[in-house]
């Protein structure tokens, strides 16, 4: 079956314009995360969901970062008025349940964004 | 505040050799994972680690976990060229409240290079 997907794969934006990323978890996966990996770096957590409701947005950096997943499947991580220490990969991944024991996260190919 | 730190963050191997990977982590958790991330792609899940004692061997990777030392290892057997790629371990946290089961805390990576 598809895996996670998302898009674009690649966004070059101008310093103080607002982008939207948008994560297409897999088929039935409950929780869906997304993370932010610096180049050399592992990744880092933002925010996730269990199904429509977001359960810990702790990690999002500031009140310019949002999400949501209205339908508890695609989901948008949108970034206001983005400055260049935005610039990263983003990364959605998905999982069945959070909650249970054995859960596996498998991530998406991931967004380049590039803030100018 | 959970900290997961590799070591070590580089290493090169010579085909054939046996090393080891270590991670340690700072609070307690109920799950380890192991992901293998090629250049220029994403994370793909190696191992799930559940309780203490725990060990799991995929072909010339083996990983344990000793929840007490909160340590774990990935020890790779006789390397290969095609187990070039960088290594990183994360780790699952839960908030007191109980309604976050989600997070993951990656550690920085182990950059593993075999050479001929």
């Known amino acids: 079956g598809a895996g996670v997907s998302q898009s674009p794969r690649y966004k070059v934006t101008k310093r103080g314009q607002d982008v939207a990323l948008r994560c297409d978890p897999i088929?039935?996966?409950?929780?869906l995360y997304w993370y932010r990996q610096a180049l050399g770096q592992g990744p880092e957590f933002l925010t996730y969901f269990n199904y429509e409701a977001q359960q810990d947005k702790s990690g999002l950096p500031n009140d310019r970062f949002s999400a949501e997943r209205p339908e508890g499947s695609i989901s948008t991580l949108t970034i206001q008025r983005t400055e260049q220490r935005d610039s990263a990969m983003y990364r959605c991944?998905?999982?069945?349940?959070?909650?249970?024991?054995?859960?596996?996260?498998?991530f998406g190919p991931g967004t380049r964004l590039t803030v100018l | 505040e959970l900290k997961v730190e590799q070591n070590p963050l580089f290493l090169s191997m010579q085909e054939g050799k046996n090393y080891t990977i270590y991670c340690n982590y700072s609070t307690t958790s109920d799950r380890l994972y192991w992901y293998r991330q090629d250049p220029g792609k994403s994370l793909e899940s190696l191992f799930v680690?559940?309780?203490?004692?725990a060990v799991k061997q995929e072909g010339r990777l083996m990983a344990s976990l000793d929840t007490k030392a909160r340590l774990s290892t990935l020890h790779i057997t006789a390397a290969v060229h095609d187990l070039s790629a960088t290594y990183f371990c994360a780790v699952h946290s839960h908030n007191a409240g109980g309604t976050s089961y989600g997070k993951l805390t990656f550690g920085q990576g182990t950059i593993l290079t075999v050479h001929p």
């Open positions: 991944a998905s999982s069945l349940v959070a909650r249970r024991v054995y859960n596996e996260q498998f």
């Open positions: 680690l559940l309780s203490n004692g």
């Open positions: 088929s039935g996966h409950v929780s």
